[in-house]
């Protein structure tokens, strides 16, 4: 860390370059906007979306025009180009979150206070793409956010602060969400404490690392010979997106929501105990899962007792991975 600060700034106000484009990503703009910093933005290029395929801006380039921020487009902002606008920012600190381009030594030179990253595990937990899924997917019963110096290697960099929070019940996307408020809140009170050299920073131990793959639409596939523990793990760890499903024949019925029950054995994995308004209640491996809410291709999504009305599930029948 440098001995004297920038002097463009004070102890209220940093010049922020920040490169970021998902939703993720959201809270951090409207953050550092309310604390004062000056702020300057970097995202991906619009993108071809929706029927008409017309070009569509990063929510986070958005966002930040509806705000009257500046934004820059990058293609890679590790070209010269990407360079030159990055210089000519002058940023005090450089913050990058959910941007989507992998930053190289020279942006992450740039600024004299460093380039920070908010990354929505407890590190060195859950280094990687899909790091909330992982913690869901997992059992995890706490995870949390962490902001740390962005380095060569993804997410190795020192953590300078973190904050837990109980899985609980949630889904990825709740957690998603949440992780994402209080990283901006962690972000600013980083900025603070930088401001009045009093963050520490603190090595992640290697040997505890592990790594949270992207995932692919067919992690959503329920397999009812796990406990109903673990298919409710998997449930809320792919929701929403890319969203949990089993096979009633050969029809792909999304789950949308559900919960394990204690269940005697004498059942199959993946039949149909019971259904009744409360839910499907289907066998699995250990105990049962019961669905609550769930949706057939190109349907509405349905609570059990509205989609039952419609469709017979009788006790016995079963269902696909």
Not at 22 to 46: S, W, Y
Not at 192 to 212: C, I, Y
Not at 312 to 320: K, Q, V
Request: proline fraction near 7%; hydrophobic fraction near 40%; charged fraction near 25%.
């Amino acid at each position: 860390m440098p001995a004297a600060r920038n002097a463009s700034t004070d102890s209220s106000s940093m010049k922020v370059t920040l490169l970021a484009s998902a939703e993720f990503a959201l809270p951090t703009v409207r953050t550092l906007v309310e604390l004062g910093h000056e702020l300057t933005v970097g995202t991906q290029p619009a993108r071809p979306a929706g029927r008409g395929r017309g070009l569509r801006a990063t929510p986070v380039g958005r966002f930040a025009a509806e705000l009257g921020l500046g934004v820059e487009e990058l293609d890679d902002v590790n070209s010269p180009e990407g360079l030159a606008w990055m210089g000519a920012t002058a940023p005090d600190l450089v913050a990058v979150v959910a941007f989507g381009q992998k930053l190289g030594p020279a942006v992450r030179a740039v600024a004299p206070w460093g380039c920070l990253n908010i990354h929505p595990s407890l590190l060195p937990r859950w280094r990687g793409a899909a790091p909330v899924q992982a913690a869901v997917l997992a059992g995890d019963t706490t995870t949390g956010v962490c902001v740390i110096d962005v380095v060569e290697r993804m997410d190795a960099g020192d953590v300078l602060a973190s904050r837990s929070t109980p899985v609980g019940r949630k889904t990825a996307g709740e957690l998603l969400d949440e992780l994402a408020a209080a990283g901006a809140v962690l972000l600013g009170q980083v900025l603070d404490g930088l401001a009045a050299d009093e963050v520490r920073r603190t090595a992640q131990d290697e040997s505890a690392v592990t790594r949270a793959r992207k995932l692919s639409a067919d992690d959503g596939r329920i397999r009812w010979e796990h406990s109903g523990a673990e298919v409710d793990c998997r449930v809320r760890g792919v929701t929403p997106r890319p969203g949990a499903f089993a096979l009633l024949g050969e029809e792909r019925l999304r789950i949308l929501a559900g919960e394990p029950l204690p269940c005697p054995r004498g059942f199959l994995p993946g039949e149909v105990i019971e259904a009744t308004d409360e839910g499907i209640s289907v066998a699995c491996g250990k105990d049962a899962y019961r669905i609550t809410k769930l949706q057939r291709p190109g349907g509405k999504p349905l609570l059990a007792d509205a989609f039952l009305r419609g469709h017979e599930l009788p006790a016995g029948t079963r269902l696909g991975p």
